[in-house]
C-alpha cells in the first residue's frame, strides 16, 4: 500500500513516515500541495494524508482534487479544533479527519481502517467480513452463500466502479468457467433480495456497481 504524507512541518512528516514505514507502507513525502498533487499525478497512491495549512495551495483544495478525479482516500490532518472546521473537512470530501497533536499510533490505526486492513468493509448498517466470509445487516448474520460473499466482495473492493459481467464472472466463477453470463445477474438478484435493493446498482449494457446509498 502506498501512503501519501503532505505537510509543511517536516519534523512531522517524518514521524509519520517512520511509523509507516515501520508497519510495512510505502511512503511518499511533500511538503506543499503542488508537490503533493504531483506526487499523486505520477504515483500510484492508496491514501493521501494531508496537512490542512500547506503553502501554494492548501490540504483541503488538494483534497477537492483528489476527490473529483481519483478514488484516493484522503485524511485529513489540522491543527483547527472547531466543530465546523472539521464539518467542512469532510463535506470537501475528507474521509477522516484528526486534530493535531496526535498520536502516531492513533493515525496508523484509522489509516489502515481506511484501507480495509483490519478485513472489514462497514457502510452503514451493512458489514462485510472477509476473514469470517460473512455479511451482516443491522448485526445480523445474512447467511449468504459462497459465490454471494465472493461478488459482495469484489463489489466493495471496487465500491463505485462499474464491473462487467465478464470480469465478475473472472474474479468468481474463474476464467475456466464456460456457463452464462446470466448466472452472475441471478446471483446478484439473490444478493439484491438479503442486503437489499439500493446497494448494487446496474448499468445498462455496461454492467453492476456497488454504491453506497448514503454518500
Not at 489502515?112 to 460473512?134: C, N, P, R, S, W
Not at 454471494?148 to 465478475?168: I, N
Request: hydrophobic letters at 40%; aromatic letters at 10%.
Amino acid at each position: 500500500m502506498n501512503i501519501l504524507i503532505a505537510d509543511d512541518e517536516e519534523y512531522m512528516v517524518k514521524i509519520v513516515k517512520a511509523y509507516f514505514e515501520k508497519a510495512g507502507f510505502t511512503t511518499y513525502t511533500a511538503n506543499d500541495g503542488q508537490e503533493a498533487l504531483n506526487m499523486l499525478y505520477n504515483e500510484q497512491i492508496d491514501l493521501a494524508i494531508l496537512d490542512w495549512m500547506m503553502p501554494q495551495i492548501s490540504g483541503i483544495e488538494v483534497c477537492k482534487e483528489i476527490k473529483a478525479n481519483s478514488t484516493v482516500k484522503v485524511l485529513m490532518l489540522t491543527a483547527k479544533g472547531e466543530i465546523d472546521d472539521e464539518l467542512y473537512a469532510l463535506q470537501a470530501g475528507a474521509d477522516d479527519y484528526v486534530r493535531k497533536p496526535f498520536d502516531p499510533r492513533i493515525l496508523l490505526a484509522r489509516a489502515k481502517k481506511m484501507l480495509h486492513l483490519d478485513g472489514q468493509y462497514t457502510f452503514g448498517q451493512i458489514k462485510v467480513d472477509l476473514e469470517a466470509q460473512k455479511i451482516y445487516h443491522a448485526g445480523e448474520d445474512l447467511h449468504v452463500t459462497n459465490k454471494e460473499f465472493q461478488l459482495m466482495k469484489y463489489f466493495v473492493q471496487h465500491e463505485g466502479k462499474v464491473l462487467t459481467r465478464k470480469a465478475l464472472l473472472d474474479h468468481v466463477w474463474g476464467f475456466d468457467y464456460f456457463g452464462e453470463e446470466r448466472t452472475v445477474d441471478t446471483h446478484i438478484r439473490r444478493l439484491r433480495e438479503k442486503i437489499g435493493d439500493n446497494w448494487i446498482k446496474t448499468h445498462r449494457g455496461m454492467g453492476y456497481s456497488f454504491e453506497n446509498p448514503d454518500k
